[in-house]
């Protein structure tokens, strides 16, 4: 079974900085999805970036970005010039491209922002 | 606008008494799935369906049942509910197995 470990349960970040967010991810497949959920206090959950396993490229939002890194099963989330509206709860996930049956979550990591 | 609707958004029950939280979405998706949250756990999932009459059980299906009779509509029921139910609620859809899923946005449930 495939699991996904974030190892960070609380980061910060002085506002118009960079902060990393770490994930690694444990499978046997070669062809996967991962993901990164931003969830503000409102609850709601709202993609921030998405990668194709098959892909070398790093994915890239605006501000987002990933270090993807395969053969280390390593996911990380970088945010560029942070803002206030950044604070929340992230989420590391991964979906099978095989099964596509579900997202596997890490536990999360709370980001706070300081002005 | 394209989106996942749950309904309540909050509930408050006691023990044993049966209730469905409605999931509908507006995209035609195939995909439908029933997560819930509790801190420190992340999301889990508690059953999913990948089209209509075809339903599956995910990690945590235990006390709870679901339906797919028609596309748009996945509701979560709890026959008979137990404090340890008492979490964070989250439907979410997609178009097909490889592409995000669009979440709902959320039913907190407190069960006494």
């Known amino acids: 079974a495939q699991t996904v470990t974030q190892s960070q349960p609380e980061m910060s970040v002085q506002e118009a900085e960079t902060v990393t967010l770490s994930c690694t991810y444990d499978t046997s497949e070669s062809d996967y999805y991962l993901f990164w959920y931003k969830q503000p206090p409102s609850r709601q959950m709202i993609l921030v970036i998405r990668?194709?396993?098959?892909?070398?490229q790093n994915a890239t939002e605006n501000r987002f970005s990933v270090n993807f890194q395969k053969a280390a099963k390593s996911f990380s989330l970088k945010i560029s010039d942070s803002q206030l509206g950044d604070a929340a709860m992230y989420f590391c996930a991964y979906r099978s491209a095989i099964s596509g049956n579900k997202l596997v979550f890490g536990a999360g990591t709370i980001l706070r922002v300081k002005s | 606008e394209a989106q996942v609707t749950q309904n309540p958004r909050y509930l408050i029950t006691v023990t044993g008494k049966k209730l469905t939280v409605t999931c509908s979405q507006n995209m035609n998706h195939e995909y439908m799935s029933w997560y819930r949250q509790d801190p420190g756990l992340g999301l889990r999932q508690i059953y999913y369906s990948m089209n209509v009459e075809v339903t599956d059980k995910g990690d945590v299906p235990e006390g709870y049942k679901v339906s797919r009779k028609e596309k748009r509509n996945f509701p979560l029921i709890l026959e008979s509910p137990s404090p340890n139910q008492t979490s964070l609620y989250f439907c979410?859809?997609?178009?097909?197995?490889?592409?995000?899923?669009?979440f709902g946005p959320g039913t907190r449930l407190t069960v006494t």
């Open positions: 979410a859809s997609s178009l097909a197995r490889r592409t995000e899923l669009i």
């Open positions: 990668q194709e396993a098959y892909k070398q």
